[in-house]
């Protein structure tokens, strides 16, 4: 074993190989979410709050299985409980792992103002840069996953980075490494895709879900976390999971179109002025000018 590959063995505490091991910035990574697999542990949890240095924050129970209603500024994994009645009358108790989705198309990022403050890498993980965060909180508006959350004490917004700083050196987010159920995976962005895939078609031919599949929705042009569910065709029964985000058409207007032709009138009213200069000079107040005429009929 190399002497790269034993550090990451003694940093991730694997035995065996790393999972994850060589999948940093280079590769689209990915991470797969098994619904039908999970068991609400909420190991995840506690391994995002533990790993970026966050306390654990006062529950609120709200007639639910769940931590609190929804996910905050400083907690980024929340495990959503829906129950849900079936055809047969049978209860299903739906779980999914709430998070930043890491969109191929962000709306936070195209909301941003802010130069530097939200960053897109190669491999697809859309992090934000809290130092250059004004605060401005458009990047919650322009996403249709409600993820980003204000902090009214750093008057920043926060939201799941996923672990950027693991996935950058090799080593897969924590979340991953704490599952005990074997429902979360990470790799290439085909390698999920494809096992999403074989999963939910085991889920059809052998589980009686005929409507089971894969969430990975286009309207944003597909997401770096993706879901398999007993029922992809109603994904809202999972905590609210949008049928088919988009990034908001103002979203789009202002800062496209809009931005462009707001420049353009800059540019055009700069333009104006400089030509209005050329042709008739400096504009004199009529009172300076009749007291300059007189000053000089005196002389």
Not at 167 to 190: Q, Y
């Amino acid at each position: 074993m190399s002497q790269a590959a034993t550090e990451l063995v003694r940093i991730s505490g694997h035995a065996g190989p790393v999972p994850g091991a060589g999948l940093d910035r280079e590769f689209t990574v990915c991470k797969l979410v098994d619904t039908t697999t999970c068991i609400g542990c909420k190991a995840c949890e506690v391994a995002c709050l533990e790993w970026n240095g966050y306390p654990f924050s006062e529950t609120k129970f709200d007639n639910s299985y769940q931590t609190m209603p929804e996910t905050a500024w400083n907690y980024w994994n929340l495990i959503k409980f829906n129950e849900h009645e079936r055809e047969d009358g049978t209860l299903m108790l739906l779980m999914r792992k709430d998070q930043c989705m890491h969109c191929a198309d962000p709306g936070c990022l195209a909301a941003c103002p802010a130069d530097g403050a939200i960053v897109q890498y190669a491999n697809g993980i859309v992090d934000f840069q809290e130092a250059n965060c004004i605060g401005c909180g458009y990047c919650m508006s322009g996403c249709p996953f409600n993820i980003p959350k204000f902090s009214p004490e750093a008057r920043k917004v926060f939201k799941c980075t996923l672990c950027n700083d693991r996935v950058s050196v090799g080593l897969e987010p924590a979340c991953i490494k704490a599952c005990p159920t074997g429902c979360l995976h990470f790799g290439t962005k085909n390698e999920m895709k494809e096992l999403a895939e074989t999963r939910a078609r085991q889920l059809r031919e052998h589980s009686g879900f005929a409507d089971a599949g894969v969430y990975d929705p286009p309207g944003v042009g597909g997401t770096h976390v993706i879901y398999v569910l007993h029922d992809a065709k109603h994904p809202e029964l999972y905590g609210g999971l949008p049928n088919d985000p988009q990034v908001p058409l103002m979203v789009r207007l202002w800062k496209e179109p809009l931005k462009w032709i707001g420049n353009l009138g800059i540019i055009v009213g700069v333009v104006g002025i400089f030509i209005h200069y050329l042709r008739f000079g400096p504009k004199v107040v009529k009172g300076e000018r009749k007291a300059n005429g007189s000053e000089g009929e005196n002389l």
